[in-house]
């Protein structure tokens, strides 16, 4: 009866110790920024973790834009990102953070601080266009007063493919 006993508080412990381990805290998560993708970008996250980003590209200017999803919307970071750009512009009023980093340098946060406060679904984009001149989105940007910058360019990086999501939990 005693070994029963053990092997019970074995397992209950097992038990509270994978499900402790299971909860997130919030923490700093370095994102690369690749010619056209995000690299290191965590499936999930605890609310009140930071986003940083890397540029690695050595030609394109990328930036990491954060869209906290309206509860209830339930398409996927694929299908929203081939909606038309008005629809997709309808939840821009939504974006938590926006980091911009020039080729092959650190980013820096020009809205938000780059941290996920608000539990939920993030859409992770970079809307700059493909070839844009880094200066000129730069100084742009600069001047946009919160609205993106318009500069020369062609299809938006998540065309491409530079797009993801986050899953931020409280």
Request: net charge negative.
């Given at each position: ?12 412990l097992l038990l ?42 050595a030609v394109e ?31 821009f009023p939504l ?76």
């Amino acid at each position: 009866m005693r070994r029963t006993h053990i092997g019970f508080v074995v397992a209950l412990l097992l038990l509270v110790g994978a499900c402790s381990s299971d909860q997130l805290e919030p923490a700093t998560f370095e994102v690369r920024a690749v010619d056209y993708g995000f690299e290191g970008l965590p499936e999930r996250v605890a609310a009140g973790s930071t986003l940083t980003m890397f540029n690695e590209s050595a030609v394109e200017v990328h930036e990491l834009v954060a869209i906290r999803l309206p509860e209830g919307e339930e398409r996927t970071a694929d299908e929203l990102v081939q909606l038309p750009p008005e629809e997709l512009a309808a939840f821009f009023p939504l974006v938590e953070t926006v980091i911009i980093a020039p080729p092959e340098a650190d980013g820096f946060p020009v809205e938000g601080t780059g941290t996920l406060s608000e539990p939920g679904r993030y859409l992770i984009i970079c809307a700059i266009p493909t070839g844009a001149n880094p200066d000129e989105y730069l100084a742009a940007a600069a001047e946009a007063e919160g609205g993106p910058p318009q500069v020369a360019g062609g299809p938006p990086h998540l065309a491409m493919g530079m797009y993801g999501e986050v899953l931020v939990e409280g």
